[in-house]
């Protein structure tokens, strides 16, 4: 079955650790994004990227960086320079052109 | 004033009523609309998507649009227990067709 695939579910780092978040889709989708999500609150965009090798920056991109090597993967790396990593962290992917968005599980990081 | 705004309840319905959640957005040039329902912990699954002006029905669910007063909303007849979730409305930013924007969703829930 297709799907979106993120690892770990659950993540715990000291505080001044990078951390990286894997996601993975098989749905032969373009374009991919990472979500932060607060308690209570919507979701917010981190960076998105339409195609293999490139990728732009969302709303909320410092202290987090990307990479798009291949079409199926999309690692979210978390910095230390991140001050209030600790969150529900979202990869999605879609086809372009205004098509919805398709969520993977999510990842929870926590911080101490 | 946010891009996209949802009253963030709890919006309280018995069993078997009509549950209505709503959401004004400030760019006239948003073009696709979308509605997601996520529960607590989870990560947020597609319901609804509308791109014209008008009602949109899938089973229980109607999801209706008015681009010249700017507002989006989703019916839930016959609401279940199992409709108790939080519901975000999202829609496509004019500044970039791939990026998604979120309201910050509006807590549901069904009292038997």
């Known amino acids: 079955d297709g799907g979106i695939t993120q690892s770990p579910k659950y993540l715990f780092r000291k505080e001044g650790q990078n951390v990286t978040l894997s996601c993975e889709q098989n749905?032969?989708?373009?374009?991919m994004y990472w979500y932060r999500q607060d308690p209570g609150q919507g979701l917010r965009l981190i960076y998105y990227?339409?195609?293999?090798?490139?990728?732009q920056k969302g709303d909320i991109a410092e202290g987090y960086s990307v990479s798009r090597e291949k079409k199926e993967s999309f690692p979210l790396t978390v910095t230390s320079a991140q001050k209030n990593p600790t969150a529900f962290y979202l990869c999605?992917?879609?086809?372009?052109?205004?098509?919805?968005?398709?969520f993977g599980n999510g990842t929870r990081l926590t911080v101490t | 004033q946010k891009e996209v705004e949802q009253n963030s309840g709890p919006l309280s319905v018995p069993e078997g009523a009509i549950a209505s959640l709503n959401c004004t957005y400030s760019?006239?040039?948003?073009?696709?609309f979308f509605w997601y329902r996520q529960y607590s912990g989870k990560s947020p699954e597609l319901i609804m998507s509308?791109?014209?002006?008008g009602d949109k029905e899938d089973g229980r669910f109607t999801a209706q649009l008015n681009k010249a007063s700017q507002y989006v909303s989703l019916l839930i007849r016959d609401s279940q227990p199992s409709d108790s979730a939080t519901y975000l409305c999202?829609?496509?930013?004019?500044?970039?067709?791939?990026?998604?924007?979120f309201g910050q969703g509006t807590r549901l829930t069904i009292n038997p």
């Open positions: 990227s339409q195609i293999v090798n490139d990728f």
């Open positions: 999605a992917s879609s086809i372009p052109g205004g098509s919805p968005l398709h």
């Open positions: 509308i791109y014209s002006n």
């Open positions: 749905l032969n989708h373009d374009a």
């Open positions: 760019d006239r040039g948003s073009q696709s």
């Open positions: 999202a829609l496509t930013s004019p500044q970039g067709a791939q990026k998604l924007v």
